[in-house]
């Protein structure tokens, strides 16, 4: 059973920058596509980003281009998510979630795994 932890969700100024980790256990990382979604306070779940099992697609929401990048270590069974020039509006619990298929996409409902998430807060 694959299991999934994220990391790194702290406190940022505005305009900062964060990494945030998500480590799978249990299974092999490479078999899965990998999802990143954020839920604040009173909204819905969003997609964030996401990226195909080999690593070869990405795909982002239109809130986060250019300032976010996800990316995968499989061989240390980790996906990251890179987040520059952070937003109080970013501020939200963020979650990876996984599939065991290649392609991913922003949609919450194809994720079969999901971690517990970490809280991002900006603010100054």
């Known amino acids: 059973q694959l299991q999934l932890v994220e990391s790194g969700g702290v406190l940022v100024q505005p305009g900062g920058s964060l990494r945030l980790s998500c480590a799978a256990s249990g299974s092999t990382l490479e078999y899965y596509a990998i999802g990143w979604f954020r839920q604040a306070p009173g909204k819905e779940r969003e997609g964030v980003s996401c990226?195909?099992?080999?690593?070869?697609?990405?795909n982002y929401a239109d809130s986060v281009k250019g300032r976010f990048t996800i990316s995968r270590d499989n061989a240390k069974n980790t996906v990251y998510l890179q987040m520059n020039s952070l937003k109080p509006e970013d501020t939200a619990v963020y979650y990876c979630?996984?599939?065991?298929?290649?392609?991913?996409?922003?949609?919450?409902?194809?994720?079969?795994?999901w971690g517990q998430g970490t809280q991002v807060t900006v603010s100054s």
């Open positions: 979630a996984a599939v065991r298929r290649s392609i991913a996409t922003l949609s919450s409902g194809t994720y079969a795994y």
């Open positions: 990226i195909s099992r080999s690593g070869g697609s990405t």
